[in-house]
């Protein structure tokens, strides 16, 4: 736990992603071999007050899950699917809870690329190698607290043909996946990250990748190169301040 005056000496690492709090993370992590979709079960979970989080959900395959605003999420015949939820008051206090696509987003690429992964993370919550989408974040914030749902299409020597059809994680980093022994890993990287404020700063310095991709404001397309991201993580275009992309 942190201590009395490290909790004085900043207020903006006044949070529990301690020691304590990830080995109760990793205690209620509940495996599944297929659901709907992890994040709408861990919402039901939720809602039902039959988990309690911090708490996970992973599923070896989903039948309805959820892509970003809102699209179904095509299953793989081989992926990472899995939603974890966190009380909001363990989160750090310096984060814009529209922003929290992006910090777990930080923290899921910072975790690959250990694993030795040229994954980045496009504007706001996709997970990219090169120009190829090979999984996405999901946030929402339900009552009191946050459910974070992410997908990694994983390669599978099994299914080549099919495999091919989509962008995976590099085949060398995918067959050593095994999900128990990548969440825990992945959970306890948490610990590395005390603030929004050290996220940005990360991920600024690959926000030029974004410049040669394009979206939609009001009709009106735009290219990323044209727009300031903001130190809170959200875009100024043409004098407006946005957090989602369509």
Request: aromatic share 14%; glycine share 4%.
């Amino acid at each position: 736990m942190l201590n009395e005056t490290s909790q004085n000496n900043s207020n903006t690492q006044q949070y529990i992603f301690t020691s304590t709090f990830i080995t109760l993370l990793k205690k209620q992590m509940y495996h599944f071999d297929t659901l709907p979709s992890t994040q709408t079960y861990a919402i039901e979970m939720l809602k039902s007050q039959k988990f309690t989080p911090p708490f996970c959900i992973q599923a070896t395959h989903q039948t309805q899950g959820i892509g970003s605003r809102g699209n179904q999420w095509e299953n793989m015949p081989r992926g990472l699917m899995f939603s974890f939820a966190l009380p909001l008051n363990s989160l750090p206090q310096d984060l814009k809870i529209e922003s929290s696509s992006i910090f777990f987003g930080v923290i899921i690429r910072e975790f690959l690329a250990s694993l030795g992964s040229n994954v980045w993370l496009k504007y706001p919550n996709d997970l990219y190698i090169k120009r190829h989408k090979i999984g996405g974040i999901l946030t929402q914030k339900v009552q009191d607290n946050l459910i974070c749902g992410i997908g990694i299409n994983l390669y599978n020597p099994l299914t080549s043909l099919i495999s091919q059809k989509y962008a995976t994680l590099e085949e060398s980093i995918s067959i050593n996946i095994q999900p128990k022994s990548f969440l825990e890993d992945f959970f306890e990287s948490f610990e590395n990250f005390i603030s929004w404020k050290q996220i940005f700063s990360i991920y600024k310095l690959e926000f030029h990748k974004n410049n040669s991709f394009f979206f939609h404001l009001n009709e009106e397309r735009v290219s990323l190169k044209d727009v300031i991201l903001n130190e809170d993580g959200s875009l100024s275009v043409n004098g407006k301040r946005i957090y989602s992309l369509r």
